[in-house]
């Protein structure tokens, strides 16, 4: 059974009478973190003048630590908000006409697909999703699925490196480099990489054209903090969302900045990094790994929920609910505040045709007792 990585017990500061099995959907900002960010919050109150003149600089070399981390040139990369904003930029960035397609998954995170459909919509575009069974059995069906559905008007791919809902790979190498080959604009939501998985941007942007990380779940930062990781291609043509002073000076500060907002989580993301580092990052995922492994073979062996296929090194695991259970976005919302109030659990159900998706995460305040409270309690639950 996992145990405790020894220095973490006091890392968090979350309620300990909730199990937060969530971590993927908001992350958990430590300690450390939360006071890099409280000392850059104090400096900017004691000099607001002062602190917004150097921030552009500031911003720079932030995010020359974060591409070190992610073995990425700083000229390549832009910090964002988060995945959901710097795909709107992506897609504003990308020429589209009448006919073209932008194709999707089913597993897509919600808000990613319904800016693909908002994007087709002005420019008429079509949006081409595919279906993909929960229980394909590994990549390469997956790739085979998606492949099939590209045709000679297909423009763009939004797809997942790992997936919200579902916890799987979709936008594996062999994927994206079968897209370039058909001259397929990529753009990856890898919304779970940073932190989660080892991260090699180097001279591509993670063999994608566009690569989209946020920083604030697995990788320690602050909300709200993410990473732009474009191709040189693309980088002149990248269109911020509102014009700001930096836009004359190109990609990637023209995306940066946004005026008076809070840039203390990107000036504080290198510290997450740094902890990670300090921790043993390696250390850290494996224990991870092993706990959200854990945790759905306690809910498949206490329940007898079908697992979904799993993926080496991921610190989330999904099993399927039964039919009729969660099925509907009403349902799944109701599921998952009936697991909050009765077993004092956050967790994330996602609807889906004859049985919900339920995800469980695992990170270093999490402990295995806490999963098979779940599974108990769940069973009860959904056969009521």
Not at 78 to 97: C, K
Request: net charge positive; with cysteine; glycine share 8%.
């Amino acid at each position: 059974m996992t145990t405790p990585l020894p220095g973490t017990g006091t890392l968090f500061t979350l309620d300990p009478a909730v199990a937060h099995l969530n971590h993927g959907s908001y992350g958990a900002v430590p300690v450390p973190v939360q006071r890099a960010q409280a000392r850059l919050r104090a400096e900017q109150e004691r000099d607001p003048d002062g602190f917004f003149a150097d921030l552009p600089d500031r911003i720079a070399r932030a995010r020359a630590e974060v591409a070190s981390a992610l073995g990425g040139d700083p000229a390549r990369l832009a910090l964002l908000t988060n995945v959901t904003e710097g795909v709107a930029v992506v897609l504003e960035s990308i020429p589209l006409a009448a006919g073209d397609e932008i194709l999707v998954t089913d597993h897509g995170y919600g808000a990613v697909t319904r800016a693909a459909e908002r994007r087709a919509a002005e420019t008429g575009a079509a949006v081409r999703c595919v279906r993909l069974s929960p229980h394909l059995a590994d990549e390469h069906a997956v790739r085979e699925r998606v492949l099939a559905a590209v045709t000679r008007r297909t423009r763009v791919a939004v797809l997942d490196l790992v997936t919200s809902p579902t916890a799987r790979v979709i936008a594996a190498p062999t994927l994206l480099a079968a897209l370039a080959e058909r001259r397929v604009t990529t753009v990856v939501d890898a919304a779970h990489a940073p932190g989660m998985l080892p991260v090699d941007l180097g001279g591509a942007a993670g063999g994608a054209d566009f690569w989209v990380g946020n920083l604030h779940k697995w990788a320690f930062a602050p909300r709200a903090a993410a990473v732009l990781a474009v191709r040189a291609a693309w980088r002149p043509r990248v269109r911020p969302l509102m014009l700001s002073w930096e836009h004359d000076r190109g990609f990637p500060g023209r995306v940066e900045w946004r005026g008076t907002c809070d840039y203390t989580p990107w000036l504080a993301a290198p510290a997450g990094f740094a902890l990670l580092e300090k921790l043993g990052a390696e250390r850290v995922r494996a224990h991870n790994e092993q706990l959200a492994a854990h945790g759905q073979r306690q809910l498949v062996e206490r329940t007898g929920l079908r697992p979904l296929p799993a993926t080496a090194g991921l610190a989330m695991r999904a099993v399927r609910l039964p039919p009729g259970v969660a099925e509907s976005e009403h349902a799944a919302k109701a599921l998952m505040v009936a697991v909050q109030r009765r077993l004092s659990t956050r967790i994330a159900i996602r609807p889906w045709p004859g049985g919900g998706v339920l995800r469980i995460s695992a990170q270093l305040y999490n402990r295995p007792d806490e999963y098979t409270r779940l599974a108990d309690g769940l069973a009860h639950l959904i056969t009521r």
